[in-house]
């Protein structure tokens, strides 16, 4: 079955940088975009970025543009999302997710989930 | 970018009431929303996309409608294991936005 597993996560200090993997099973990885999100502690969910399955095309919210970056290799099905330059509101569980097709063109949305890695940035 | 505007923040509802929430996108998006149910700790849960499929493995009592900026997710029966927080996504552009959510409880 389908199974992503996000890790990473941790204390890290304002200004400085962390990588967030998020390995697959299950499902030819090489055929689906794939999304991360994120959850504030207590707040409501924000898409973080998206990748296309041949990891080709690459958006971002304006949030995180310019400072986080993300990527994947298809040889060890796995997603990751670099995070530099990291601020306070940065801190939240960040979600690894399945799109349901190669591209993340209109219409598209997350069918499967990781549980989530914590992501604090605090002094 | 799309905002998403959701109504109510959190509602008071017993089982078997019949459950409303709504979505309103600032630009129209003609039928490109998606519904998410998340519980306490938890991943999102895919309920509803382009408006009105319902997800696979989904219960029937869950069902969506509309189109260009006005958006509902209904819950036609509510059963105890529906108390969680609901959140609308626009699927039209990049990037994608969500509703602020609505968390429904006893």
């Known amino acids: 079955q389908v199974q992503l597993v996000e890790s990473g996560g941790g204390v890290v200090q304002p200004g400085r940088s962390l990588r967030l993997s998020c390995a697959a099973s299950g499902f030819t990885f090489s055929s689906y975009a794939m999304h991360w999100v994120r959850q504030a502690p207590g707040k409501g969910l924000e898409w973080v970025a998206v990748i296309s399955s041949d990891g080709s095309n690459k958006n971002y919210a304006d949030s995180v543009k310019g400072r986080f970056t993300i990527s994947r290799d298809i040889s060890k099905n796995t997603m990751y999302l670099q995070m530099d330059s990291l601020r306070a509101e940065d801190t939240a569980v960040y979600f690894c997710?399945?799109?349901?097709?190669?591209?993340?063109?209109?219409?598209?949305?997350?069918?499967?989930w990781g549980p989530g890695t914590l992501v604090t940035v605090s002094s | 970018d799309i905002q998403m505007t959701q109504s109510p923040s959190s509602l008071s509802a017993s089982v078997g009431d019949r459950v409303t929430i709504t979505c309103r996108a600032s630009h129209s998006i003609t039928s490109f929303v998606n519904w998410y149910q998340q519980k306490p700790g938890k991943a999102p849960n895919l309920l509803i996309y382009?408006?009105?499929s319902l997800q696979s493995g989904v219960p029937s009592r869950f069902s969506g409608s509309g189109s260009g900026t006005d958006f509902t997710l209904t819950i036609s029966s509510l059963q105890p294991e529906d108390f969680a927080t609901y959140y609308c996504q626009q699927s039209f552009s990049t990037p994608l936005t969500f509703g602020g959510g609505t968390k429904v409880e006893i």
């Open positions: 997710g399945r799109d349901h097709r190669r591209q993340a063109v209109a219409g598209t949305f997350v069918d499967y």
């Open positions: 382009a408006a009105s």
